[in-house]
């Protein structure tokens, strides 16, 4: 057993002990076949919440109506949900009903892609009822059972299966590509925040830019949050080119990427990002840095100064866009060599120009500093206290 789940090797003994059947399953059990790094140990079991919460001292209920309990053990948490089936779906996303069943085999039926539904026991041994082994050999994703039914049951699968795909570099096999193909319009029923936490993985994985192209070319677009006609496919298509170069590495260059390099004016870059229920940060970044992306000649001293706190999103999507190198290491040391970072940074500050008789409190004061901020990034005098009253003097009384 690998030692990532050693630890929770006891957990699963412990319920064994007490007469149910329980094992590792899901993502865990696909990337340590793979030989990848796991975050998530999820156990499944034949035992009811209210019979797990009977053998283990502390639990918490952390969702007990899908059947999940939190076993608390050395300091850690384990999730364990007993086996379930899900049973009709009427709206093409959530199922009616959830039943507890004592069956491993029907839990696993349910699950989305056959590298998904992979159990594996205390001895390490993999349990593959869907032939999940031959299809991480062959590198594709493939539906449990029937692509079609299992997309009309819920269309997030459809997203999930590109996700995977950018994530794995893996193919999609051909009948659950064909079910993406004829299915892709009920994903305008999904909520958009699952179709978000799906699209930013799959455009941080390793094959973004061939899983975008796929999004494309099965005609999903028009069916994604945002509003229809406003990212051509001609756009999209672009950011996936600039996807084979580099992933990008965090939530906002993701977005960066998407809609902040498009050229949208201010009000609608601001409802496109709202659409796709992005955070409040996330918005503001994609807001300040988009105009430069779209713009890259306009990227000067003072707008390196004053988008300075986003200089980072900047540089790593300019990377991905494929911008010449000498334009982002302009831009690193041009950020590297500001004498200020904020008007907080000046040497003289609003207080001192009032102490010294240079100002007064006001609307002009607000003038001044301003006046002293530009000088100084600009470097046209020295952030001390004695270059910039110098500076202050000369523009007070030398234009009076
Ligand atoms: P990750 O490593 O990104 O967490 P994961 O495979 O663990 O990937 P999760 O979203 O955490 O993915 O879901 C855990 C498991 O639950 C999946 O492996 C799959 O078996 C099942 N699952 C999740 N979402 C669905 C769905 N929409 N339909 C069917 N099964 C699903
Ligand atoms: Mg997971």
């Known amino acids: 057993l690998p030692s990532e789940l050693t630890a929770a090797k006891p957990i699963l003994k412990q319920i064994n002990r007490a007469g149910f059947q329980a094992y590792f399953v899901g993502g865990c059990v696909r990337d340590i076949i793979l030989g990848k790094p796991i975050h998530d140990v999820d156990i499944a079991s034949s035992a009811y919440p ?151 993985k799959m455009l941080q994985g390793l094959a973004a830019g061939s899983a975008l192209k796929i999004l494309v070319e099965a005609g999903l677009l028009p069916y994604l949050p945002g509003e229809t006609g406003l990212m051509t496919e001609a756009d999209v298509l672009r950011v996936a080119n600039q996807l084979e170069r580099k992933q990008p590495q965090s939530e906002q260059v993701v977005w960066a990427l998407y809609l902040g390099q498009q050229g949208f004016d201010g009000p609608t870059l601001q409802s496109q990002l709202r659409q796709w229920k992005l955070s409040k940060e996330v918005m503001q970044t994609v807001l300040a840095v988009g105009p430069l992306l779209a713009n890259v000649n306009q990227i000067d001293r003072w707008a390196i100064y004053e988008h300075n706190a986003y200089v980072r999103t900047l540089l790593e999507t300019l990377t991905i866009m494929g911008v010449d190198q000498s334009v982002t290491e302009r831009i690193q040391k041009t950020y590297d060599s500001l004498p200020i970072y904020s008007m907080k940074d000046l040497a003289l500050s609003g207080g001192d120009l009032i102490a010294a008789g240079l100002a007064q409190p006001g609307p002009d004061l607000g003038v001044v ?7 100084v990034v600009l470097g046209q005098v020295d952030n001390t206290k004695e270059a910039l009253t110098t500076l202050v003097e000369e523009q007070t009384y030398g234009n009076s």
């Open 369 to 375: 500093l301003k006046k002293m901020e530009q000088a």
């Open 50 to 200: 209210e019979e797990i919460k009977k053998i283990f001292k502390k639990t918490v209920d952390t969702g007990i109506q899908h059947g999940t309990v939190m076993v608390l053990d050395h300091g850690e948490g384990y999730e364990i949900t007993t086996f379930r089936t899900e049973s009709t779906y009427t709206d093409f996303r959530r199922p009616d009903q959830v039943a507890f069943v004592r069956s491993l085999s029907e839990d696993l039926k349910r699950r989305d892609f056959t590298i998904n539904a992979f159990a594996l026991d205390e001895d390490g041994q993999v349990i593959d009822y869907f032939d999940g082994l031959t299809d991480l050999a062959n590198r594709q994703i493939r539906a449990v059972g029937l692509a079609k039914e299992r997309f009309t049951e819920d269309a997030l699968r459809m997203m999930r299966a590109l996700r995977f795909a950018a994530q794995l570099d893996f193919q999609i096999e051909d009948q659950t590509l064909a079910a993406l193909v004829e299915l892709g319009p009920n994903l305008a029923k999904i909520a958009v925040e699952r179709i978000r936490v799906e699209f930013e």
